[in-house]
């Protein structure tokens, strides 16, 4: 089993959509967690933190549970620039060992 | 601001050759990264480094050797490549966990090694 699991989808949308990612994680150590975005043939850039409390940027929800062991990443009114893989990212206790998910490919289409 | 250097961007390796993949950053962080992403593995970790001299294995470092001599840069060596080695490879550096955003991490734009 991976530590970090991501359903690889694609999920294709259309634009204005609101779409919702989840990611789960096995090890209950983990002490931080990030969404990366990648675009094709691009390295991954950091998206947001996600914090217990949940957090928002612009069109983006970010949410942890931890009971569940899982983090979920929202995008409301989607465009077409959104079309990219979303990474799930887990900072294992210690924090120098990050733990990638295989990422979720989303397809927003016109 | 360069960022996360890596060099070479492109690589062809008959089996059995070497060669060594240079990281390069210029912020001054304390952690630096190598990982390979391969379609629908993810990125994993192959070596990393908390600091000047020091490396550590991390999740799939068979076939791979690091060195970090100099603070800045972080080199990764195939001894003798293989064809399983064939992949994209990413350096990241992050700050450190102390202060706030240390623990973004910042990529290199990848290496792209196939191995014939």
């Known amino acids: 089993r991976k530590e970090v699991e991501q359903d690889p989808g694609p999920f294709n949308v259309p634009e204005g959509a609101t779409v919702a990612f989840n990611c789960t994680y096995s090890n209950s150590a983990s002490q931080s967690f990030f969404w990366y975005r990648q675009d094709c043939r691009k390295e991954p850039k950091l998206l947001m933190s996600v914090y217990s409390s949940g957090n928002e940027d612009g069109r983006f929800t970010a949410q942890l549970n931890r009971a569940s062991q899982y983090i979920s990443l929202l995008i409301r009114d989607s465009k077409l620039s959104d079309s990219a893989t979303y990474l799930c990212v887990a900072f294992e206790a210690g924090g120098f060992k990050t733990i990638f998910g295989a990422g979720t490919r989303l397809f927003v289409k016109a | 601001n360069a960022g996360v250097t890596q060099t070479p961007k492109f690589r062809v390796l008959k089996t059995g050759q070497s060669m060594t993949l240079l990281c390069a950053q210029d912020?001054?962080?304390?952690?630096m990264y190598w990982y390979r992403q391969d379609p629908g593995m993810g990125l994993r970790l192959i070596h990393y480094?908390?600091?000047?001299?020091?490396?550590a294995k991390g999740e799939v470092p068979d076939g791979y050797n690091v060195s970090r001599l100099k603070k800045q840069n972080f080199l990764l060596g195939l001894e003798s490549a293989a064809p399983s080695q064939t992949s994209v490879y990413f350096c990241?550096?992050?700050?450190?966990?102390?202060?706030?955003?240390?623990?973004?991490?910042?990529f290199g734009e990848g290496s792209w090694l196939t191995v014939v």
């Open positions: 912020m001054n962080h304390e952690y």
């Open positions: 990241a550096s992050m700050k450190n966990l102390q202060s706030e955003g240390g623990n973004t991490i910042y």
């Open positions: 480094s908390v600091g000047e001299g020091t490396t």
